[in-house]
């Protein structure tokens, strides 16, 4: 494996901040898709389904509110990604430094999954609330209520209604879906990028396509992990007060019954045509931003 670079966190913290913009401006309107497909409500006898799959929700979605329908409730993760894929890669870079013994020391696939899995502890905090907000902006606009006026209106209305519980609602959920799935977000993307690295280069070197390939599959094996937890999340985060009393057993219960195991991985589709643009946006972003930060200050 490649040789350790030495941990910047100021570094980190831009060039992971632009990395998650970038993901943002591609991967939104797949998200839109994926949180209401996840949420729509369960069909009656005789009823057609509100969507009968992600094409058609694009289609009905397209037609019903335009292109900016697809940007719905893009403000919370913009605002709350920045902040948060710095914290994320910043994370891992700590997790890789607490392991190493020699600032030069290789670290294993399994060193560098607990890493991942370090920076998904770090971003819960600001990404349970971001979620939340995004989650309910995007499903008011398919119900066609309108309770909330934007995301700051939907953080004032829940904690009046709850207060701070009510904005950190799923918390627990969206940590146990990021941690595994940042461990393996991470560790795949480092194994891609050693394994298309040409024999004598550095994996800093990297092409364009090598990049995109290796954020691309990272992205695909993360959401792999992550997507059963993520439709149990949707689903609680935009459930009404008190709908779910003992959290997310309940609503596991609940979809095991009414909707069988299948349900679980509601959204697949939308989730995984996201996922490789978007995160391939993310590392190339990053790889971007870590490149100018080291040209421009090679000594922060």
């Known amino acids: ?39 729509m409500p369960v069909p009656g006898p005789g009823e057609s389904p509100l969507y009968r799959g992600t094409f058609d929700c694009f289609k009905q979605t397209l037609a019903k509110e335009g292109f900016k329908g697809l940007y719905k409730g893009m403000a919370a993760p913009i605002i709350g990604v920045t902040p948060m894929f710095a914290v994320c890669f910043f ?73 701070i519980r009510g904005i950190y609602r799923g918390t627990a959920l969206t940590l146990m ?17 050693h394994l298309l690295t040409p024999e004598g280069k550095s994996p800093n070197e990297l092409s364009v396509p090598s990049v995109l390939f290796a954020g691309g599959m990272a992205g695909i094996f993360n959401w792999a992990v992550a997507i059963p937890l993520d439709v149990l999340k949707s689903r609680f985060q935009t459930a009404p007060e008190g709908k779910y009393p003992n959290g997310f057993r309940d609503v596991l219960r ?7 195991m299948a349900s679980l991985y509601k959204g697949f589709t939308a989730v995984m045509l996201r996922a490789f643009p978007a995160n391939a946006a993310c590392f190339l972003g990053f790889e971007m931003a870590m490149k100018f930060l080291n040209w421009a200050a090679p000594g922060l």
């Open 254 to 260: 609940e979809l095991l019954r009414e909707e069988g």
């Open 1 to 39: 494996m490649s040789k350790q670079q030495a941990i910047s966190p100021g570094k980190n913290f831009f060039a992971g901040g632009f990395g998650g913009v970038c993901l943002v401006f591609a991967g939104h309107p797949l998200d839109t898709i994926k949180v209401r497909i996840q949420t």
């Open 177 to 193: 879906r990021d941690v595994p799935a940042s461990g393996m977000y991470f560790m795949t993307y480092e194994w891609l990028k």
């Open 91 to 163: 994370g891992f870079g700590l997790g890789k430094k607490l392991q190493q013994k020699t600032p030069d020391q290789v670290l294993t696939y399994p060193q560098l999954f607990a890493a991942g899995m370090l920076s998904g502890v770090f971003t819960t905090a600001i990404m349970a609330p971001g979620e939340r907000i995004k989650c309910l902006l995007q499903i008011q606009a398919a119900r066609g209520e309108v309770k909330y006026a934007g995301p700051m209106d939907c953080v004032k209305q829940l904690y009046k209604e709850s207060g």
